[in-house]
């Protein structure tokens, strides 16, 4: 079974500081897919990143960092120098090989205080 | 391009009534998918298609029902509408290669 943890409920920065979401997830399968979404206020659900299983490089666009590490079962999101519109709730996202059942977490809600 | 839509965006029903809620894209995507946002359980699917015709379960899909006669169109019903089905639902398409889903503005329901 696939499941996806993320620990964290809400947090809270002000603005430029950095702020890492964690990610933690679990299958059984040896290829897998991870993902981050983020949910604006507005409610809409815009994709941020896929990561596969066998390549566990980590990746960095703009402010936005993803640090994937099988060795912990972990794939953490940093944003870098925070801003106000980074707020929203982010969801971290497990696929596995077969089928199309792709786990969400339970969300981090992200605030961003000028 | 209008990507994927969802309609309708908001809806009151009572409980016991039939609604459908209806999701249509234009990409042309293979897979189309049926979620539900509840506070503290983030995106539950409820159904799934690989293809017109070809429907299958997800994680929660009782008091659900489904179809697809056409790739661009799947209408999510709820047969018998309970408050607990009161939620987000969220439409998403994806393609065969690329297993990221795009999402639709969501459709929120609420049962009374």
């Known amino acids: 079974a696939q499941k996806v943890t993320q620990a964290q409920t809400e947090i809270s920065v002000v603005e430029k500081e950095d702020v890492t979401l964690d990610c933690v997830y679990e299958?059984?399968?040896?290829?897998?897919?991870l993902f981050w979404y983020k949910q604006p206020p507005s409610g809409e659900l815009v994709f941020l990143i896929r990561?596969?299983?066998?390549?566990?490089q980590n990746e960095i666009s703009g402010r936005y960092s993803w640090n994937f590490q099988k060795s912990t079962s972990s794939f953490n999101f940093t944003i870098t120098a925070s801003q106000v519109v980074d707020s929203a709730v982010y969801f971290c996202?497990?696929?596995?090989?077969?089928?199309?059942?792709?786990?969400f977490g339970a969300g981090t809600r992200l605030t961003v205080k000028p | 391009d209008a990507g994927i839509t969802q309609s309708p965006r908001y809806k009151i029903t009572e409980t016991g009534r039939q609604v459908t809620l209806m999701c249509h894209q234009t990409?042309?995507?293979?897979?189309m998918f049926w979620y539900r946002q509840d506070l503290g359980h983030g995106l539950r699917l409820i159904y799934y298609?690989?293809?017109?015709?070809?429907?299958d379960k997800g994680e929660v899909p009782d008091g659900y029902v489904v179809s697809r006669s056409k790739t661009e169109n799947f209408p999510l019903t709820l047969e018998s509408a309970t408050r607990s089905q009161t939620s987000v639902y969220f439409c998403?398409?994806?393609?065969?290669?690329?297993?990221?889903?795009?999402f639709g503005p969501g459709t929120r329901l609420t049962v009374t």
């Open positions: 998403a398409s994806s393609t065969i290669t690329s297993y990221e889903q795009y």
């Open positions: 299958t059984r399968d040896t290829t897998y897919y």
């Open positions: 990561r596969n299983s066998f390549d566990e």
């Open positions: 996202a497990l696929r596995g090989t077969w089928g199309n059942d792709m786990r």
């Open positions: 990409w042309s995507h293979s897979y």
């Open positions: 298609s690989a293809a017109a015709d070809i429907t």
